[in-house]
């Protein structure tokens, strides 16, 4: 694993923002970013001066890594904390948005209008693919003991998640494993033993997702493994 190890959480999210403005600034040019409460601080920070005009002088799709199937305008929204976050201050006219459009009502409907935008932005792979980790193991909405993960003919899949008991929209595995690289974010100690057993050859999602293609693992000192 290649592990970043930050003192506290605040250093791994200024980190991660400086990551990725530097590869846009090296040539990243589609950028995939997952919700979750950790990322939001640093969203932010990438959607305020000085980062929000340096990286105004590049052309960039962002892409929504998965959804909830509730409204954009639900508090629970990927897409809409996005909004209020890396898009408070408009999006600037050099960038594209790519979301999941849960207004249609239909999950699998959702996933295929994303695989028809995503076709018609002329995506052929990720540059740089932001991830989180659940306490399950599972990274975008590929939860543990769901089909989606055998899914590799697809751009993006519906999922329903008996646990949580409702619907998800997310990219699939292969997208993520063919991007030019991921950045995963893991904080809190609740994260230390899903680390220990990726490292260990744990089959969880996150482990499928990025064993054997480069993952950087940016993470603060509770969550790094012993």
């Known amino acids: 694993m290649n592990l970043r190890i930050f003192d506290t959480t605040d250093d791994l999210l200024a980190a991660a923002a400086r990551t990725l403005l530097q590869r846009v600034q090296a040539g990243a040019r589609t ?8 990322p939001q601080p640093m969203y932010a920070m990438l959607g305020s001066s000085p980062m929000r005009e340096q990286l105004a002088e590049f052309p960039i799709t962002w892409v929504v890594v998965d959804e909830r199937y509730v409204p954009i305008d639900d508090p ?3 897409a809409g904390m996005m909004q209020r976050t890396l898009f408070a201050n408009g999006i600037s006219p050099t960038h594209r948005f790519l979301r999941f459009r849960t207004e249609l009502n239909d999950p699998a409907a959702t996933a295929r209008a994303f ?5 018609d932005l002329g995506i052929t792979q990720l540059d740089l693919i932001l991830l989180g980790i659940g306490d399950d193991g599972h990274t975008a909405s590929l939860f543990p003991g769901t089909p989606v993960l055998a899914v590799e003919d697809r751009i993006a899949s519906e ?4 646990r949580l008991d409702t619907w998800r929209v997310t990219i699939t595995k292969p997208v993520i494993r063919a991007a030019a690289l991921r950045l995963v974010l893991a904080n ?4 230390k033993p899903i680390l220990e057993g990726v490292r260990d ?12 293609v480069e993952t950087w693992w940016l993470i603060d000192c509770e969550a790094a493994p012993d």
């Not at 809190?188 to 994260?191: D, I, R």
């Open 31 to 38: 950028i995939a970013l997952s919700g979750g409460s950790t």
């Open 76 to 78: 629970e929204s990927n």
């Open 115 to 119: 695989e028809d935008e995503w076709r």
């Open 159 to 162: 999922v329903f998640v008996p």
């Open 188 to 191: 809190g100690t609740k994260k």
């Open 201 to 212: 050859g744990a089959d969880y999602p996150i482990a499928q997702a990025t064993n054997g």
